[in-house]
């Protein structure tokens, strides 16, 4: 999800100048096309979540649109009073975007059982829940065409549930529905990371 997010997000900036994209020092990979083709509208707060959130509102007051990404619980929880305050209170075009999928690192990490209640209380604020790539792709676009503030949850998509499979770049043209490395000891690419695809039709054209 946050892949399809980091290629929208590109795209729109393409044709629109006021967005924005302010991160907490995380999103590495995801946002290269944006950094690379609008460096001076990229952001990086590190971790001072309060202070993003903050500064993305008064952005917003100026007439830009921000797109404010952090891991989930950094806005909703860490940020909770300035989301209040400065966004939903202002009713301010802040787009708030997090990624919740960190099992392993700790509560600091840990997605609240009860997100969506928590984001109820915020009535101004547009709220999306996409479980799948379309989903987001609707939750994107959607709250890009509206003025009103909103926020985007991102989780990590079966890719088993998807065309998703993996190539190999070299010679045998070799797909797995796995991730890992090239098995084909006569191919260029032996030993070498198989590449992701998402091909839309669901077929293994690379074989052709």
Do not use: W
């Amino acid at each position: 999800m946050r892949k399809e997010f980091g290629k929208l997000i590109a795209e729109l900036a393409k044709k629109d100048d006021k967005i924005i994209l302010v991160v907490g020092d995380i999103g590495f990979g995801i946002f290269d096309d944006f950094i690379k083709n609008f460096p001076d509208r990229y952001f990086n707060f590190g971790v001072c979540e309060q202070s993003m959130v903050s500064a993305a509102a008064g952005m917003a007051l100026q007439g830009l649109k921000p797109y404010v990404y952090t891991i989930t619980p950094f806005i909703t929880d860490r940020a909770f009073e300035q989301v209040k305050n400065d966004i939903h209170h202002q009713k301010v075009n802040v787009k708030l975007v997090g990624y919740a999928d960190y099992p392993n690192f700790g509560p600091t990490h840990d997605e609240l059982a009860g997100k969506k209640e928590i984001m109820q209380h915020f009535t101004n604020i547009v709220s999306y829940f996409p479980k799948t790539i379309e989903d987001v792709k609707k939750a994107v676009l959607e709250s890009y065409e509206s003025e009103k503030p909103a926020f985007i949850s991102l989780k990590k998509v079966n890719a088993n549930k998807l065309n998703i499979h993996y190539i190999c770049s070299g010679e045998c043209k070799g797909v797995s529905n796995n991730p890992g490395n090239c098995q084909a000891a006569h191919c260029s690419m032996y030993g070498k990371p198989l590449i992701m695809c998402d091909c839309e039709d669901g077929k293994h054209i690379h074989n052709k």
